[in-house]
């Protein structure tokens, strides 16, 4: 075999590497197990985090206006939920609601049921049965564990405090965490409940921003004189889990990184080891003819050669296990494709170089700088 | 870097050139040493490696050594003579601690280590005992060795060239040890011409071979000096001297006697003070 004579140091340092094997191998190993501890880690830690964004996905549109218990209010007047309709028209919705709770029964059986007052279910529900109407103005709304619970249909007679109603719709489960969860409830209008006073305003902005703008503005018109009502933001909520999901996945990476740390103290070992075995034939390099800097880069390279293979052994390694994550756990694919899983693979890959990079330029600024009448004499 | 660096540095380009043109500009010695002498600390005390004193005793002295193109010089002398010592000052490894040294004319006793580097690559070629082949690369390998960071097309055909002038065109992608000794000395032979230099320094090249095999080595370096290239063995083999034009002793640091032609009424002496030496040798290094 011809000596590649484009890139002399690659081919030395391979040539040197392949000299023993094992020795290679295993501190490629190091920096296998690095990079894999790393990759995986942070895709594990990044899968957790965008499956439960994407669980938990709209809800930080959401903010929930109710009356400041605390202050003695009890519920919300028809001016002050105006005010909230107004200051969320053109970027979102609010809809205002009235709870209660009561005995729901039909001819089977009987069951406790939340009950809500609601004009304008379609801004907040989906039906899996029946339509829901734009202006709810008659009948009973049901939730799905109500429906399966007490058998009901569409056009099925239910008994509510003595009035009797008839099923519209039954209401898909709710999948999403949300501030109003109708599983369990009824949905009636408005109009049936004795109290004419809304107990809260759930408002559903178009995005992020547009929430906590709402909700800044309707603590500021409603709460200027006393604290008359609470704005509950759902962001918090995300933001706080976000916050977990950070810290979990610092404490991972470092966890992981110790082990990179680890292998990259082997590789500095391994290359010490390495260097002073070869003294002579350093040495005789120098003699030859070959600068100091052309010395150090053949060890560089050395160096980075194991970190190069092993990183790349271990981000491939990482990105089979990533797969295995998707065929046997509820992953969805799109979350296991999402590029920052990528950029987790590359980013241990290129620490793994890095860390060889490193553990390798003092055994070979050693061993170039050592005079080669040193070397020789052995 | 140094005016003399930049010279050196600016024939790296075109090595080739090198030799012949600095021979046909430069009518001396291939390598000059003028007053040179050598002192290293070792535990707080100054130890003389290469010089010595006048014969009144009061004047420190330094060593004078040439060898000119073509010219086969061995160097001997006991165990801690201070043999290596002025090979490795012929040979830009070492730097003299006092005097001046010529390569090929120019003054080279204090150069940046890039410069000698290039001095080293371009005008010197080293041959080892221990013959220091790489064990991974194959006996061409070996050879390009020298030229193996730079860009040079032609190395490989001027390797196959050199080993089948060495007699190994059979052995050429064998890896040393799959080769004997004295097959592997002749590939550092090899070697150590790839670059075309002016003059080959030799530390004890028979030193690890039998008889019948040294004596072939030594063929070798006279073929080469008849191509106008100077040879420098330092050596504790009788054999050697045999070979050579020129046999300096050196004795404590300092060169005892010069023969000028060789072999001679010199060889009985060289032989006492070889004997000497391998004993000293046993006791002092191995």
């Known amino acids: ?378 | 870097m140094t005016d003399q660096s930049a010279t050196f540095g600016a024939e790296s380009e075109s090595n080739a050139d090198f030799g012949e043109e600095a021979v046909s500009a430069h009518d001396g010695p291939t390598l000059e040493l003028r007053g040179v002498r050598k002192e290293y600390e070792t535990g707080g005390e100054t130890v003389v490696a290469l010089g010595g004193r006048s014969s009144e005793g009061d004047e420190l002295t330094g060593i004078d050594f040439s060898v000119a193109p073509g010219e086969f010089v061995a160097i001997v002398g006991p165990s801690g003579s201070g043999k290596s010592t002025l090979l490795n000052m012929l040979g830009l490894l070492d730097e003299p601690t006092v005097g001046e040294r010529y390569l090929l004319g120019r003054d080279v006793t204090t150069l940046d280590d890039e410069a000698q580097t290039n001095a080293r690559k371009e005008a010197i070629g080293f041959v080892f005992q221990d013959f220091y082949l790489i064990p991974t690369l194959s006996a061409t390998e070996n050879v390009e060795l020298p030229t193996i960071f730079e860009n040079d097309p032609e190395a490989t055909e001027r390797a196959r060239d050199l080993l089948r002038r060495v007699g190994l065109g059979d052995r050429l992608d064998h890896t040393p040890n799959e080769l004997s000794g004295g097959q592997k000395q002749r590939v550092a032979i090899a070697r150590a011409l790839v670059n075309e230099p002016r003059v080959l320094l030799a530390d004890e090249p028979t030193g690890n071979l039998d008889q019948d095999t040294g004596a072939q080595i030594l063929d070798e370096f006279r073929r080469i000096c008849e191509t106008g290239v100077s040879v420098v063995a330092v050596t504790h083999d009788p054999q050697v001297t045999e070979f050579a034009d020129r046999t300096v002793r050196l004795v404590d640091g300092v060169i005892r006697d010069r023969d000028a032609d060789g072999a001679g009424s010199d060889v009985v002496d060289v032989r006492a003070g070889a004997g000497e030496n391998a004993r000293s040798e046993s006791e002092a290094d191995r």
């Open chain 1, 1 to 378: 075999m011809k000596l590649d004579r484009r890139f002399p140091a690659v081919l030395m340092a391979w040539r040197n590497l392949d000299r023993n094997r094992l020795r290679s191998a295993l501190a490629a190993l190091g920096i296998v197990i690095g990079v894999l501890a790393i990759a995986t880690l942070g895709i594990f830690g990044n899968v957790l985090q965008l499956s439960a964004t994407n669980e938990l996905g709209a809800i930080g549109n959401q903010v929930v206006v109710g009356p400041n218990q605390d202050a003695g209010v009890t519920s919300l007047n028809t001016r002050e939920v105006e005010t909230i309709q107004q200051l969320t028209s053109g970027r979102g919705t609010a809809v205002p609601l009235i709870s209660d709770g009561a005995v729901v029964s039909n001819g089977r059986g009987q069951s406790f049921a939340t009950l809500y007052g609601i004009s304008t279910p379609t801004a907040l529900f989906t039906a899996s049965e029946g339509t829901l109407p734009d202006r709810h103005r008659q009948g009973a709304i049901v939730g799905s564990s109500l429906a399966d619970r007490l058998d009901l249909q569409v056009g099925s007679i239910v008994d509510i405090e003595g009035n009797e109603y008839r099923v519209i719709a039954v209401l898909a489960p709710t999948e999403d965490i949300s501030p109003v969860s109708p599983d369990d409830g009824v949905v009636l209008p408005p109009e049936e409940f004795v109290s004419d006073e809304y107990n809260q305003v759930v408002i559903r902005a178009d995005s992020g921003e547009a929430a906590t703008d709402i909700a800044a503005s309707v603590r500021e018109q409603l709460n200027a004189r006393e604290e008359r009502v609470t704005v509950f933001e759902f962001s918090t909520i995300l933001d706080q889990i976000g916050e977990f999901f950070a810290l979990l996945n610092s404490f991972l990476l470092g966890l992981a990184g110790i082990s990179l740390v680890v292998a990259g103290v082997s590789i500095f070992n391994v290359m010490l080891m390495s260097t002073s075995e070869r003294r002579g034939e350093i040495g005789v390099l120098r003699a030859v003819g070959v600068q100091k800097g052309d010395v150090l880069r053949m060890l560089v390279v050395e160096a980075a050669l194991l970190g190069t293979v092993g990183g790349a052994l271990g981000a491939v390694l990482s990105g089979l296990i990533t797969a295995g994550l998707y065929y046997f756990t509820p992953v969805t694919l799109a979350v296991a494709l999402d590029p920052s899983n990528g950029l987790y693979l590359v980013g241990a890959f290129v620490f793994g170089v890095v860390v060889s990079l490193v553990s390798g330029l003092y055994p070979a600024w050693k061993a170039a700088n050592e005079p080669p009448v040193e070397a020789l004499r052995g």
